[in-house]
């Protein structure tokens, strides 16, 4: 059995100030329920020293929105895994639509993150998922099959370790969700390529999130299907209540 994991991503909202709340919020409601899901907020880079604080205490890992490959160096602007190690983060988001599509990112470079994350001891949750062209044109597969292989290529026994989140490009942040069906199909797609680039059993240890304009009222629903392991949460996860809403659909 896979422990289902619920994270959400603020993307650039809230800041530090506002993250001490939202956070307060959020803990107000789930500690002490005795639910078995990981649960995950990714706030972003400059609240993320107060996140960790305010999560003392607390079962609800910290992650990060984006890292840089490299250990150190001149890379203006960019932080490394070890830094954010050192912040108290345990997660870091991976190869998100929006880095691929307004900052350029490769699978390539997502390989190189997602290699230096797992080194550094964190736990990426790699994204992957097509455009709405894309799926129109019939090309759903190709495109995800190919995310797949080259974000996570060469990764040995440390794939296990890994979260996917295929979240199609069409489902984020425009209230249009894939359907159960429609998700669970290319989850069970996700599955059977990580067990070609590595064995059945790591395929079977691997959470694979559904992203995608995930609320309440359709959470339970999605995380029923077979492959479907939890939820990469935009939106919904920038209010207390709707947020752990969702996780509580989880458990
Ligand atoms: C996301 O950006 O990862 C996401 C899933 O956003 P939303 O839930 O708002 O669609």
Redesign the pocket.
Known sequence: MRTKIVAG?W?MNKTPAEARVLIAGIRSILDGTNCPVEVVVCPPLVDLTVAAEALKGSFIGLGAQNMHAAASGAYTGEVSAQMLVETGVKYVILG?S?RRALFGETDAQVNAKTKAALAAGLVPIV?VGETLEERESNRTDAVVTAQVMGSLADLGADLARCVV?Y?PVW????GRTATPGQAQEVHALIRRMLAKMSTGQVANTVRIQY????KPDNAAELMAQPDIDGG?????SLKAESFADIVKAAC
């Open positions: 991503n993307k998100h929006e994204c989140a979240e489902a984020i942040g425009t992203g995608g304009s995930m990469l949460i935009g939106g919904a």
